[in-house]
């Protein structure tokens, strides 16, 4: 459980380029795991080298349809999104019992909760899925403090 939470959270901070610092603290098998999550939605959407480059670059949202795709691929890959959906519930379950911080779970459930709000608008899968990681990457300052 705790190894979602981790991927999850440093998966958002990757494609914000600030992973190094947040990846310090991760196993060698977690971050096998995180960079071969992020491999395979790297190339089943794709996404060329000069794109990634670009996007992790803090380029902003992607307008690019299968950029949005490889978002929701890491979201979906970890556990945040199923199917088009967004697992609110169990990513605030898997914060609460993997923090022992309270002030830190609060703020993570507030997080969590409002990059929620609005996908039921949004129909397509990458688009709900970017909707998501957008909100995490705009939010990237208080997840960073959150895991520290």
Do not use: W
């Amino acid at each position: 459980m705790k190894f979602q939470v981790i991927c999850s959270i440093i998966l958002c901070l990757i494609s914000c380029a600030v992973a190094g610092p947040a990846l310090v603290d991760v196993t060698s098998e977690e971050r096998t795991r995180i960079i071969q999550i992020t491999e395979d939605c790297f190339f089943s959407n794709n996404v060329t080298l000069d794109e990634f480059k670009h996007y992790v670059s803090g380029a902003g949202v992607p307008a690019d349809h299968k950029l949005k795709c490889f978002e929701n691929c890491q979201l979906e890959k970890v556990g945040i999104m199923s199917d088009g959906t967004y697992n609110m519930e169990y990513l605030k379950e898997n914060i609460n019992n993997n923090l022992a911080d309270e002030e830190k779970k609060k703020q993570a459930g507030e997080l969590i909760s409002s990059c929620g709000s609005g996908l039921n608008d949004i129909e397509d899968v990458c688009d709900k899925g970017s909707q998501v990681f957008t909100c995490f990457r705009t939010n990237k300052d208080i997840m960073s403090s959150i895991i520290q």
